[in-house]
């Protein structure tokens, strides 16, 4: 009975002993309140014009050194409700702000309006300096160019047989940083990624509904 008493203390020993070991090796720079604010965001958009090789505005659409097109959005942002013992996203959100920007696409996208098998396995797209996303009272804007693909081999998201629209996966990531000074993530730097749909009509007016993840935290000076 001692025997398989002392047993049993030795291993609790160890296993506390190894579960510290193991909680300590693990460092999260980010204080409590610096959470991962997840969003959802609803912009609509339109063409606003070309982008020239030379960095300039164009409208003539069969310039040949235009290279990107430009195409202003705008929507609304909302703030998923999530657990805060699990991190579990439920299903209910409450409106937390806007998001205006310039997104530049390349001129492949244009294929969106025919047959989508045509289309290279992914097209590249960014955002103009424009961007401002406002978020629990603080203002964003982009630090680093935002990077995003699309990815029209994997088909579209909804059956066009159906809805009569094809939308198409797109994603993308950019630092940020807050500069207004103001709200709860006053002053905050961080890293901003999309994950959505975009849906094109004949005219290539826009509706797109982006997943966001904010990640924010303090600044190093």
């Not at 030379?54 to 703030?79: C, E, K, M, Q």
């Not at 001129?107 to 401002?132: A, C, K, N």
């Not at 990624?193 to 509904?209: E, H, P, Q, R, S």
């Amino acid at each position: 009975m001692k025997t398989k008493l002392f047993n049993g203390l030795a291993l609790a020993s160890i296993l506390l002993v190894s579960t510290t070991v193991y909680a300590t090796s693990l460092y999260n720079p980010n204080s409590p309140n610096l959470t991962v604010e997840n969003t959802i965001s609803e912009v609509d958009g339109a063409i606003g014009g070309f982008l020239d090789s030379n960095g300039n505005v164009n409208g003539d659409a069969t310039n040949p050194d235009n290279v990107s097109i430009l195409y202003p959005i705008s929507g609304t942002v909302y703030a998923t409700v999530t657990d805060g013992n699990t991190g579990e996203t439920l299903g209910s959100y409450k409106e937390i702000g806007s998001v205006t920007a310039t997104a530049l696409f390349d001129v492949s996208f244009f294929g969106l309006t025919g047959d989508w098998s045509l289309l290279p396995e992914t097209m590249p797209w960014t955002m103009m300096e424009d961007f401002r996303m406002q978020v629990n009272g603080s203002t964003f804007r982009f630090e680093e160019k935002l990077t995003g693909r699309a990815f029209p081999q994997l088909g579209p998201v909804e059956d066009p047989a159906v809805t009569g629209t094809m939308a198409l996966r797109m994603a993308g990531c950019a630092g940020v940083r807050e500069i207004s000074g103001a709200g709860a993530y006053a002053n905050k730097v961080g890293t901003l990624c999309l994950n959505g749909t975009f849906t094109f009509d004949a005219d290539f007016n826009g509706k797109g509904v982006s997943n966001c993840t904010i990640a924010v935290h303090d600044p190093i000076q």
